[in-house]
């Protein structure tokens, strides 16, 4: 995907948020970003290939197993967002408070076309998670049960 979608959508003299570099490689980082914008969501954001891909989660990322919520695919974000916390100003793109909800580190157990199997370690997340690509941008982020 890039950094194109990101860079078109903000304008870099109004908004705090970082343009971002180059990208650097392979990273294993993770954050949650609260995000208090027109509706309030949780924006899940997982260091790969030199990006942050990421998915916004209306109802927040599940600490419980079985669990299902909607966390619908945004774009790349620049590696240098994992640390963004600010206020977004009135009128331009995602206007709002941004504040780190979680962060940490995790583990790709599987990538296929049909989704992600990964393992999270951060301050509040722990444990294995599969994001499913159900259709179009929408996919459906499940916290597994633990392995016995
Ligand atoms: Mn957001």
Not at 108 to 121: A, T, Y
Request: charged letters at 30%; glycine letters at 12%.
């Amino acid at each position: 995907m890039g950094l194109e979608k990101y860079r078109q959508k903000r304008k870099f003299d109004k908004t705090p948020e970082p343009a971002g570099g180059a990208g650097s490689g392979e990273g294993n980082r993770f954050v949650v970003q609260k995000h208090q914008a027109s509706h309030l969501h949780y924006d899940f954001r997982l260091e790969i290939e030199g990006v942050l891909k990421s998915w916004a989660v209306p109802k927040g990322v599940p600490d419980v197993s079985g669990v299902r919520r909607l966390a619908v695919q945004t774009e790349d974000h620049p590696v240098e967002y994992i640390d963004f916390a600010g206020t977004i100003p009135e009128g331009e793109y995602g206007a709002g408070t941004v504040e780190i909800w979680d962060k940490g580190t995790f583990r790709l157990d599987n990538k296929s076309p049909e989704g992600l199997e990964f393992s999270l370690n951060g301050e509040k997340l722990s444990g294995a998670y599969v994001l499913i690509h159900t259709d179009g941008k929408n996919w459906l982020l499940i916290k597994r049960k633990e392995k016995p």
